[in-house]
């Protein structure tokens, strides 16, 4: 027999129905009177519309209103009705999007030096709609892509399933009709938006029809490859000039006459200067990449844009020709970047021209040391870089006083490339910043890894995050890492280095205090039971680890009851175990032995859950 509902909940479910529908003046100020524990269930139990529908109507003089919160947070805490509200779109975001709600709460941690409270710095109201919006034109690109489509984008009916999230489904008075297309909820929510990803098919009048009551700070695009698209978005952008900072193209195919309209379009009304803070174009091609010079408007972009921080070229195919004109264009323009990105593109060679001029003319190094002493970030992965681009990079890196990260993985610079960056650590150990250091994949050997960690520890450099994963190093690297870790590194990735079970046995003798290391990756390196040996010793000597990656090392059975020992002297400090790939760990359900370690309610331990295959296992790479 179903559980007859309490009169309560059954008031409750009227007055929601009602201001889904549009609810009286007279009962809408009867409801701002009730009492404070019936509002905040009230609250707690209207759909999205219902909410916005009863927060636009609230008269100003009950927004500063102090009144106590016993339902929606628990705590009795005094709240005006304004945060309470905010506190309602919360939840609301939270059970409709909880990975998305999980990526804000780490920003918010992230930034908690900054905010003296975080709940009350962030828009709940406005992220909501923006992400439902986003939701919208989602959906609605998936019919107007297909070929037999030939409407108005704004006509596109909407899924049932989105319209009944918001407590628009099922039955609808005609106020609520009009939420049945993308342009209902353009028109009543695009005020809310700030961000919005468009494919190519919104690029057109409509859109900017549609979202005309917008201010944009940031747009992605989606593969953009003809003129009327381009015309289309270039008037997007037009529109949304004085607001927006954040541009990225994505999978798009441009010219130069393309790159010369988007970048005209971007500047503001009757000034030759923009706003734009991000510019990004990814995975894109180039019409002419092997241009010999770049097209005017975007160089006039790149000059006149003192508001640009971060440039993204990346994976573009583009040639070193290219990369050269764009490194001019901002040692031209003095540039004031933080963050230059050009990986995955085939640019060797491309600072050659620059160490030939720099030694010839001095005041052309000065030039140099004014346009990248901003720089904080470079990322040069997969550019097909060789021992002589380390070489030319080496002066650079010299002018480049607060660079924090530098990302060179991928490129096959090899023992050479290694030995040509220790000179300028020497040099620049007391003085400079470079806290990430990214050699992924660079074709190195134990010899010149060790070489690095010999001086990096040698000279106490301030290196927080060092990546040498995927470079063939053997069990003989153990010892120069057991003394690099006791220094002020936090984060270390040595992913398939073949550290083996010797290595890791020899990384256990070496190991002392680690008084700084929060999070390592050892997976991939078959270590059998000494990984879970280290694990333990790891664990014990190491007060700030949070989180380790020893997935893929072959570890038995025997392993699990050195872990949960290990893990419970960690107790409330460890965070995060990733032991997949260890297929012998699932042959036993270990649920129920690893349910005592948990952090913030979620399980520590990331671990197989099918049965192992009993086939033959090799210890080959």
């Excluded at 393309?258 to 995975?283: E, N, P, R, W």
């Excluded at 991928?410 to 023992?415: G, L, Q, R, S, V």
Aim: glycine residues 6%.
């Amino acid at each position: 027999m179903a559980k007859v509902p309490s009169l309560i909940n059954l008031c409750i479910d009227a007055v929601k129905t009602q201001i889904l529908q549009g609810i009286d003046k007279n009962i809408l100020e009867d409801v701002y009177e009730l009492p404070t524990e019936v509002f905040d269930c009230l609250l707690k139990r209207l759909p999205a519309l219902a909410l916005q529908n009863l927060q636009l109507q609230m008269p100003l003089e009950k927004w500063s209103d102090h009144e106590y919160d016993y339902v929606l947070s628990g705590n009795g805490r005094k709240r005006t009705r304004y945060e309470k509200f905010n506190m309602a779109w919360m939840v609301l975001y939270q059970s409709r999007w909880p990975e998305l709600y999980e990526q804000f709460q780490v920003a918010n941690l992230s930034a908690k030096n900054d905010m003296v409270e975080c709940e009350s710095m962030d828009d709940w109201q406005q992220k909501y709609w923006e992400t439902h919006l986003q939701n919208c034109f989602d959906s609605a690109a998936e019919i107007a892509m297909l070929p037999s489509f030939d409407g108005c984008v704004g006509e596109i009916q909407l899924p049932e399933a989105l319209l009944k999230v918001i407590g628009c489904g099922g039955q609808m008075n005609c106020s609520a009709h009009q939420y049945l297309r993308l342009c209902g909820h353009c028109w009543q929510f695009g005020h809310y938006v700030r961000s919005l990803r468009l494919q190519n098919v919104f690029c057109t009048a409509k859109t900017c029809h549609l979202l005309r009551n917008s201010k944009l700070q940031g747009l992605t695009f989606r593969r953009v490859s003809t003129k009327e698209q381009v015309g289309g978005l270039c008037r997007i952008l037009s529109q949304n000039s004085e607001t927006i900072t954040s541009l990225e193209f994505v999978n798009c195919k441009l010219s130069s006459s393309f790159i010369d309209a988007i970048c005209d379009s971007l500047f503001l009304k009757g000034k030759q200067s923009h706003g734009v803070k991000q510019f990004t174009i990814q995975a894109s091609k180039f019409a002419d990449a092997n241009m010999n010079s770049l097209p005017d408007k975007f160089v006039s972009f790149l000059s006149s844009g003192r508001s640009l921080s971060s440039l993204s070229l990346c994976d573009n195919h583009l040639q070193r020709s290219f990369a050269k004109l764009a490194l001019k264009t901002l040692l031209d323009a003095s540039s004031n970047l933080s963050s230059l990105d050009l990986s995955e593109n085939d640019i060797s060679g491309w600072l050659s021209d620059f160490l030939h001029k720099s030694s010839n003319q001095p005041q052309f190094s000065l030039e140099i040391s004014k346009s990248l002493q901003s720089l904080r970030v470079l990322n040069l992965r997969g550019n097909n870089l060789h021992k002589n681009d380390v070489e030319d990079l080496k002066f650079a890196l010299v002018h480049m006083p607060v660079l924090e990260t530098l990302d060179l993985s991928d490129n096959p610079i090899e023992d050479g490339g290694i030995r040509s960056l220790i000179p300028y650590f020497a040099q620049t150990g007391e003085h400079y910043f470079l806290a990430n250091l990214k050699l992924k994949n660079c074709m190195l050997s134990c010899d010149g890894v060790t070489e690095l960690l010999e001086v990096l520890t040698k000279l106490k450099y301030t290196l927080t995050s060092l990546s040498i994963a995927d470079n063939h190093l053997g069990s003989q690297i153990a010892s120069a890492l057991g003394k690099f870790l006791g220094g002020p590194i936090k984060s270390l990735d040595i992913r398939d280095v073949g550290l083996g079970s010797s290595g890791f046995l020899e990384l256990q003798r070496c190991l002392g205090e680690l008084a700084n290391l929060v999070s390592i990756n050892i997976s991939e390196n078959r270590g059998g039971i000494q990984t879970a040996e280290f694990l333990a010793k790891l664990i014990a000597q190491a007060p700030d680890l949070i989180s380790v990656n020893a997935g893929y090392n072959l570890m038995p059975l025997e392993s699990i009851g050195i872990i949960c020992s290990a893990l419970r002297v960690a107790r409330g400090k460890f965070q995060h175990l990733d032991l997949m790939g260890n297929q012998k760990l699932g042959q036993l359900d270990h649920t129920s032995v690893f349910a005592e370690f948990q952090h913030n309610g979620k399980p520590i331990v990331l671990i197989p859950t099918f049965p192992a295959v009993d086939v033959p296992c090799d210890d080959d790479p």
